[in-house]
């Protein structure tokens, strides 16, 4: 089992910063894929980053070239700076973790807020 907490949400105005942490706990060596998605107001949650067992990183078109993604394995804990925010990227980002025995996780959520 893993668990996941998120924080770092917040309300920010369209071109600001802000830094999102997942730090994970339990079965943490078994995590095979982090990844990061978004769920906005009346829209099916979508995936915005991952970053594979190797540290290879992908990145949702939307997004790339602004947010990065990242982890502390020393930590147990992965990272998402966004940077030139939009009002588009409002809505509820989760943490998640795929394991290497095909189990999924997901944190609660934290809310980001971007207003124009």
């Known amino acids: 089992q893993v668990q996941l907490v998120e924080s770092g949400g917040g309300s920010v105005q369209s071109g600001g910063p802000l830094r999102l942490s997942c730090a994970a706990s339990g079965s943490t060596s078994s995590i095979y894929v982090w990844a990061w998605y978004r769920q906005a107001p009346g829209k099916q949650r979508e995936l915005v980053a991952n970053i594979p067992h190797d540290g290879s990183t992908n990145y949702v078109d939307s997004v790339r070239g602004r947010f990065t993604i990242s982890r502390d394995n020393a930590r147990n804990t992965m990272y998402l700076q966004m940077s030139s925010l939009k009002p588009e990227d409002t809505g509820v980002y989760y943490c998640?973790?795929?394991?290497?025995?095909?189990?999924?996780?997901w944190g609660q959520g934290t809310q980001v807020t971007v207003s124009s």
């Open positions: 998640n973790a795929f394991s290497a025995d095909y189990n999924d996780y």
